[in-house]
């Protein structure tokens, strides 16, 4: 047991080396993760977001890496893929690295999922109760 946490432990330590160091493996890391999202089936929690939409992926590993460069995002803290249309896929055009922080701030109103929000049949509940 001790052995596979060691190796997950250096795994992950050389995973983050190279996320950091390497442009190539981050691209392709990048390039598969836009993949999945696109191409994976009704399992993934993201379904409705990416797979539903039937989204074509036409970027490839030296477009990204283009991207890369034009948007400057070895100068940002956190930089994400951002698609500029959600409607339209991951096409070059349509595609540009921007912070994380603005990325959540952008879809936080189209994806969060409301934990707070009750049903109406809920509340009209409550409200019965309160008025007896």
């Known amino acids: 047991m001790r052995d596979a946490n060691k190796k997950k432990e250096s795994d992950a330590r050389r995973h983050r ?3 950091a160091n390497d442009l190539e493996y981050r691209m392709r ?13 009704k399992g993934r929690d993201d379904w409705e977001w990416y797979g539903a939409k039937g ?8 477009d990204l890496k283009a991207l890369w460069w ?3 995002a070895d ?3 956190h930089p994400t893929i951002d698609r500029k ?3 339209i896929g991951y096409v070059l055009e349509n595609c540009r690295f ?4 603005d990325n959540l ?4 109103p189209t994806r969060r999922k409301r934990r707070w929000h009750k049903k109406p049949v809920q509340l009209q509940t409550l409200a019965e109760r309160g008025a007896r």
Do not use: W
């Not at 921007?98 to 922080?101: C, D, G, L, M, Y």
């Open 55 to 62: 989204l074509e992926v036409t970027i490839t590993v030296d």
């Open 105 to 108: 701030r952008a879809m936080i």
């Open 98 to 101: 921007i912070e994380r922080a």
């Open 29 to 41: 890391k990048l390039f598969n993760c836009i993949r999945a999202r696109c191409f994976s089936g």
């Open 75 to 77: 100068t940002m803290n």
């Open 85 to 87: 249309q959600s409607a």
């Open 70 to 72: 034009r948007d400057r």
């Open 17 to 19: 080396e190279r996320m």
